[in-house]
Every structure is written in C-alpha cells, then in structure tokens.
C-alpha cells in the first residue's frame, strides 16, 4: 500500500487535529455526540446541553441525510445546519455535520466546524478532492464495504490535495452476521494506529445499530486504542425522525461518560 501523506513515519508520529478548542490525537478522549438527524431547535438545543453538561468534545447532528429509502425523512437542510450551528455556539461546542455532494460544499462549510464524509461516500472521489482543498478537519467514515487499505487510500486523496486534518472513524462493516446492523470491526483500530499518523475515532451507535450495544462497544474501542467516540444521542430516542433505535437518551449518556472516562484514565495513565 503506498501511503505518501498519512502513512505513520516512527513510532512517535501522530497527526493531532485542533479545532478551536478541541484537540484530536493527542491522548485525549473526545466524545462527539448527538441526534442522527437535527430535528427541531427544542431537539438540537437540549441535546446540546445536557451531552456538554457530561463533557461531551463536539455536537453531531446531520442535515442532509443519506436515507436507504427516499420516503424516510431526508433531513432539514440548511435549517438544519444554522440550528446545530447556533446549538454549539450557544453551549461552546464545535459541531460536525454530513457533507454528500460536492454542490453542498460550499454552504455546509459555512457552518460546521467539522465535515463528515459518510459511509456511502467514502470512495466518492470528488467529493473527497473538494474536501481536500479546505483546511478544515474531515472526519471519514470507513465505507460499509472497504478495507483498510480503500478506506486509507480515500484519505490520502483528500490530504493530497492539501488538507491533512483527517480523523478516520470506524463505524462497522457489512458481513454475513445479521443480529448487528453492522460488524464493527475494531482490530482496525490498533492497525490503522501501526500504519497511519492519523488519529481513529469509533461510532458504535452506527457500528452496532443496537442502543444495548453502545457502553460495552464504546470500552472496547477505548480500551483499543482509538482518540474518541461518536454516540447519537436523541432527548426521546422512541420519537427519532432517524436511528433512535440505536440512539441514547440522555440517563444512557450520562451512564457512558461516568463509565468511559475513568477507564481512559486508567488505561492511559
Ligand atoms: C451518520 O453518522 O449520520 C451516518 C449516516 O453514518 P454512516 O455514514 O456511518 O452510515
Ligand atoms: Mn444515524
């Protein structure tokens, strides 16, 4: 495999990622958390209080969803991305939001502090070399279906186009295995450690589609190695537009961090 840009050059090399003041790589855990879809201001703003309440690092909520069926709710847009955005600014969180088509570049840059590239674009090469020529921190989801080797590949063209602040996130691969949403697959964190400089982060809400699956699945992927967690966390996951199945609600968030942070501690130490 011939990484150029985010191979890891000694043992010491790690790309660490800042964004106002969040710091991605470093050692430390970052939590980014949130609904699947922002919803409504009442949704976004709650959310946003009580994961920050927590110490929650970023706010999550997508704007444009990439939805299996085009009859199932696609997402407020623009509406969307200036509710989650005035939600961070009010509680001091940066925020993260999907970016699908390289059209959307330019609006959804105007808001988000992070881009996300989803599953289903994570080989959609203009969209990556769009992304490429900002300088602001891409998360890349691992495509359901790519190996290590697509899925690092991918982000060496956006760093070859200049923007190197890439976090990769794993969030499960499909397999045979039918119980979970997905397989999440976390032997890819401490391999992507030994061959790249850039930090991993895992979703297992997305990782598992399984809300009883999210605290055990969250340790284990600390406890491998990654700099962080994404967890979609909803006031009343029952009534999610999206993904409240797999879907915290906030007595469950609460329970994660109080169970997360010590055990990074420890093992950290
Ligand atoms: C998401 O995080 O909102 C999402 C759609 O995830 P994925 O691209 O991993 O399916
Ligand atoms: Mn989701």
Same mark, same amino acid.
């Given at each position: ?82 509710? $989650?955005? !005035?939600? *961070? ?11 699908? +088509?390289?059209?959307? &570049?330019? /609006? ?59 976090? $990769?996130? !794993?969030? *499960? ?11 999440? +697959?976390?032997?890819? &964190?401490? /391999? ?78």
């Amino acid at each position: 495999m011939e990484l150029r840009l985010i191979s890891k050059k000694n043992e010491q090399d790690k790309k660490i990622i800042s964004c106002k003041n969040l710091v991605i790589g470093d050692g430390s855990l970052v939590v980014i958390a949130g609904p699947c879809s922002v919803e409504s201001r009442e949704q976004i703003f709650k959310t946003a209080e009580f994961v920050k309440g927590q110490g929650a690092n970023v706010l999550r909520g997508g704007a444009y969803k990439p939805r299996t069926s085009p009859y199932s709710f696609q997402g407020l847009g623009e509406e969307g991305l200036k509710l $989650l955005r !005035e939600a *961070g600014d009010t509680f001091q969180l940066p925020v993260i939001s999907e970016i699908m +088509d390289t059209r959307e &570049v330019e /609006l959804i840059n105007g808001y988000v502090d992070i881009l996300q590239i989803g599953s289903r674009n994570m080989q959609n090469y203009s969209l990556l070399k769009e992304v490429g020529r900002l300088k602001k921190p891409v998360l890349l989801k691992r495509g359901m279906a790519a190996s290590l080797e697509d899925w690092l590949m991918a982000a060496e063209y956006i760093a070859s186009e200049g923007n190197d602040n890439i976090i $990769l996130c !794993e969030r *499960g691969i499909k397999t045979f295995e039918s119980y979970t949403r997905n397989t999440l +697959d976390l032997s890819a &964190v401490p /391999l992507i450690k030994s061959m790249s400089a850039l930090p991993i982060i895992v979703d297992p809400s997305h990782g598992t589609g399984l809300r009883s699956l999210i605290l055990p699945m969250s340790k284990a992927s600390i406890a491998a190695g990654a700099d962080g967690v994404m967890v979609e966390v909803h006031p009343i996951p029952e009534e999610a537009l999206s993904d409240g199945f797999q879907s915290l609600n906030f007595r469950e968030f609460k329970d994660l961090m109080e169970k997360i942070k010590p055990l990074h501690q420890y093992l950290n130490q």
